[in-house]
């Protein structure tokens, strides 16, 4: 027998929690054969069998979250399996967590009829259901796998005797609880400023219009992030301290040498925020497929921690949304976030005539600890210029 303990699948992380369960207790699974979904406050994550052999025992239930290190599994190896008719023979597995223990309905509760629909649920809520006259049918559970919980009763209860409804309480967890987690630390660490500019996209427009035709025979969907990605890093070669963090420990600025930009991706489940490394090195079509291909694959929760991990500046593109201005919050230990508002047409005035002209706003939010406000509109300026300008990005490519 062994026992599979969920290892440590990313940097930082001290828990997950139980998706989905891919085999059954008396399963023989394959050895690097997929057992068990979990998500961290990165991914969902698939975990595979270290060994060939029989399931014995699954610890813990669907919901359940369960710490780096504790067993999710037993698994008797083969050679020394019984025969799995046995094991399937065996009683049902208690559905233990590694944080507490799920009671399970004993064995006479009343079977379903045909086509009705018995939502799961504990002995003693069903108790309390039958004592307050809750009709289970038309409750909605809140607990894991859509259980019932005392609450769902309670609130039922509380309906039917005409009170107001309770606010609907979602728990905190997984992606939502990491970004909770990191824009806290990050307000209390950083000394947050942010400055504003728009920048005149017609050229831009342009280049992009003659560029698109490339771009979609090579199967790629040129938008205006990836020019804006590259202006940026070009900007970035300009002023380094944009592309640094700070050790606090040692108090020292660390100048990264690898422009690895990351750019938030908007998911069910909250922001991701994949990373493009090296995007210094790559051309535009490279830097479009590259931000197609990672956040398609974030929306699907297929993105790979390492994925996430190492970047040293950021993008928000809340214009993709709809949205105009911002203010972003830095993503430790990074000094600085670029947000990048809808392209809009704006009256702007070239010439001495106020002309219609499609315009980018631009938000830098920078740390004051590091840079200056003098050095941050510099370096906003030069992004500006190059956005105008988009022929120099070419020529610097």
Do not use: C
């Not at 369960?66 to 009683?91: H, P, W």
């Amino acid at each position: 027998m062994i026992e599979f303990k969920f290892p440590d699948v990313g940097e930082g992380i001290a828990d997950g929690e139980i998706v989905r369960w891919l085999v059954a207790v008396g399963d023989r699974v394959r050895a690097h054969q997929p057992i068990v979904e979990m998500e961290t406050d990165k991914a969902v994550v698939e975990l595979p069998s270290p060994r060939a052999g029989v399931i014995r025992e699954l610890r813990g239930a669907v919901g359940d979250t369960v710490a780096v290190g504790a067993v999710l599994a037993v698994i008797e190896e083969a050679g020394e399996e019984t025969a799995v008719a046995e094991v399937k023979e065996q009683a049902r597995p208690p559905a233990v967590g590694v944080v507490g223990e799920l009671e399970e309905a004993p064995e006479s509760e009343p079977p379903a009829t045909s086509g009705e629909v018995v939502p799961p649920i504990l002995p003693r809520d069903r108790k309390l259901a039958a004592e307050l006259g809750i009709d289970l049918a038309a409750v909605r559970g809140s607990g894991p796998d859509g259980r019932i919980t005392e609450a769902d009763i309670r609130a039922a209860g509380a309906v039917t005797e005409e009170a107001p409804a309770p606010a609907e309480r979602l728990p905190l967890k997984g992606v939502r609880k990491a970004m909770a987690r990191t824009m806290t630390a990050s307000a209390r660490s950083a000394v947050h400023v942010t400055v504003m500019e728009r920048a005149d996209a017609l050229a831009l427009r342009e280049l992009r219009q003659r560029e698109r035709a490339l771009a979609e025979m090579k199967g790629v969907r040129l938008t205006y992030l990836p020019f804006i990605v590259k202006a940026l890093t070009l900007a970035l070669e300009r002023f380094p301290l944009l592309n640094s963090s700070l050790d606090e420990e040692k108090e020292e600025i660390v100048l990264h040498r690898g422009q690895h930009i990351g750019f938030a991706v908007d998911t069910p489940e909250g922001l991701l925020v994949p990373v493009v490394r090296d995007a210094r090195r790559k051309s535009i079509l490279e830097l479009a497929a590259a931000l197609q291909e990672l956040s398609e694959r974030a929306r699907q929760r297929k993105i790979t921690p390492a994925e996430l991990k190492g970047g040293t500046f950021s993008i928000s593109n809340y214009g993709a949304i709809g949205g105009l201005w911002g203010t972003p919050i830095i993503n430790p230990p990074q000094s600085a976030i670029l947000g990048v508002g809808r392209i809009e047409e704006a009256a702007v005035v070239r010439g001495g005539k106020v002309v219609a002209r499609p315009v980018v706003p631009l938000s830098l939010t920078f740390d004051h600890r590091i840079i200056d406000g003098a050095t941050a509109q510099r370096f906003l300026n030069a992004l500006v210029e190059h956005i105008e300008n988009p022929d120099l990005i070419l020529l610097e490519n």
